[in-house]
């Protein structure tokens, strides 16, 4: 998946966590600890291989599911000393989510169940090619953007252009955490 793909999945995730369970909208802090959850493990995976060649593949340390528990009660230990639990929970359930869809990615046809994402270093999927971050970001990039507009509005393209209205009308009733309080912190700053 995509970036903001991951990032849309766990924000819908945590809105409807927070606005069932805790009966409010997530909070810009939570809002954070999410963006943070959903790409952390390509933000430590990515570059590890595509820019310094440490591992094989993009998908080992960050992905693996028996690292994810040690960094997820890291950052427990870290919220609870700072009395905001929530925050832990808010990157767990992102960073969850983020290996969930990259098992499965619900939204690419013909997607197959890929366990050996997560299994590092027990298993890893075979190594791509080679090339810097930015070689790699820009490849798959141009690869979704083609693939967006070759066919026209193919029922995958309809899917995902819906998902996307669908996650940012939910980010707006929630009250658009995090740039609402940019939006206030610079309405103070510029009156002072």
């Not at 809105?15 to 069932?20: E, I, R, Y």
């Not at 599911?65 to 925050?87: E, K, N, S, T």
């Not at 960073?95 to 619900?106: C, E, N, R």
């Not at 070759?150 to 393209?157: C, D, L, N, Y």
Request: charged residues 15%; contains cysteine; proline residues 5%.
């Amino acid at each position: 998946m995509f970036p903001w793909e991951h990032l849309a999945f766990a924000y819908v995730l945590y809105s409807l966590f927070a606005n069932v369970v805790l009966r409010r909208a997530p909070t810009s802090r939570e809002t954070v600890a999410v963006v943070i959850g959903s790409q952390l493990p390509d933000l430590v995976d990515k570059p590890l291989a595509w820019t310094f060649g440490i591992t094989e593949t993009g998908y080992s340390i960050g992905h693996s599911i028996f690292v994810a528990p040690i960094v997820c009660l890291a950052v427990y230990a870290v919220a609870a000393r700072h009395g905001d639990r929530l925050l832990a929970g808010a990157f767990a359930l992102a960073y969850g989510s983020h290996l969930v869809t990259d098992v499965y990615d619900p939204l690419r046809e013909g997607s197959r169940f890929e366990s050996g994402v997560v299994l590092w270093p027990l298993e890893s999927p075979a190594a791509g090619d080679h090339g810097g971050f930015i070689d790699h970001f820009a490849l798959y990039f141009v690869r979704y953007v083609n693939e967006l507009l070759a066919g026209g509005v193919t029922p995958s393209v309809a899917l995902q252009l819906g998902l996307g209205v669908a996650v940012v009308t939910l980010w707006l009733i929630d009250g658009a955490p995090i740039a609402a309080d940019g939006y206030r912190w610079l309405r103070g700053r510029l009156r002072a």
